[in-house]
């Protein structure tokens, strides 16, 4: 099956701890996402990947990091230095040049106590 | 200018309604209007998307409808259903060489049986 994997579902974790959250495609897909969302607000672009070894910060990169050493992986480490890290994490991954349409993960739930 | 405002926050239908969910804009620059339906707890799932260059887009129970001149596009759902009671994500995207899409804050629609 084709398709966007996230793990685990869900992610528990103290404050002060960096976390690092799974996001694997086998679509062949050239871009991948990540998003943050909030109960009563939209999707957040976190970070964006468009070829690999190559990554741009979206709107709210403060407090994140990623890395694009393969097609198909995408992970996304949340740093101690994020300040409110509790929130519904989505990945996502489109086809450059053909169509805008992008593709979404189940998500991972990251609950830092 | 890159924000993509949605109203109304929540809907209630009856069942065999008809659910409506509006989305406007200000960047002339957008050229793709994705909808994504988002169960709790899972990922979006795009639901039907429209280009510019036509007014209305439907597919089987949803129609897009979209008014370039106001700047405005919203959703139609037909025949309402329990089954559709999920959150729903308007978007828009100016392709280009990024393929970001900047989304609305979502409409939480509960359908009555």
């Known amino acids: 099956d084709g398709g966007i994997t996230q793990s685990p579902k869900y992610l528990f974790r103290k404050e002060g701890q960096n976390v690092t959250l799974s996001c694997e495609q086998n679509l062949n897909h050239d871009a991948m996402y990540w998003y943050r969302q909030d109960p009563g607000q939209g999707l957040r672009l976190i970070y964006y990947?468009?070829?690999?070894?190559?990554?741009q910060k979206g709107d709210i990169a403060e407090g994140y990091s990623v890395s694009r050493e393969k097609k198909e992986s995408f992970p996304l480490t949340v740093t101690s230095a994020q300040k409110n890290p509790t929130a519904f994490y989505l990945c996502?991954?489109?086809?450059?040049?053909?169509?805008?349409?992008?593709?979404f993960g189940p998500g991972t739930r990251l609950t830092v106590l | 200018q890159q924000q993509v405002k949605q109203s109304p926050q929540s809907l209630i239908v009856q069942k065999g309604g008809i659910s409506i969910i509006n989305c406007a804009y200000e960047n002339t620059a957008f050229d793709y209007f994705p909808w994504y339906q988002q169960f709790p707890g899972k990922g979006p799932a795009l639901l039907i998307a429209?280009?510019?260059?036509?007014s209305e887009k439907k597919e089987g129970r949803f129609t897009i409808s979209f008014n370039k001149s106001a700047k405005q596009f919203s959703l139609h759902i037909m025949d309402s259903q329990p089954g559709d009671s999920a959150t729903y994500f308007c978007?828009?995207?100016?392709?280009?060489?990024?393929?970001?899409?900047?989304f609305g804050t979502g409409t939480l629609l509960a359908v009555q049986p």
């Open positions: 990947s468009q070829i690999v070894n190559d990554f």
């Open positions: 429209i280009r510019p260059d036509v």
């Open positions: 978007a828009a995207s100016d392709g280009g060489a990024t393929n970001k899409l900047i």
């Open positions: 996502a991954s489109s086809i450059m040049g053909i169509t805008d349409t992008q593709y």
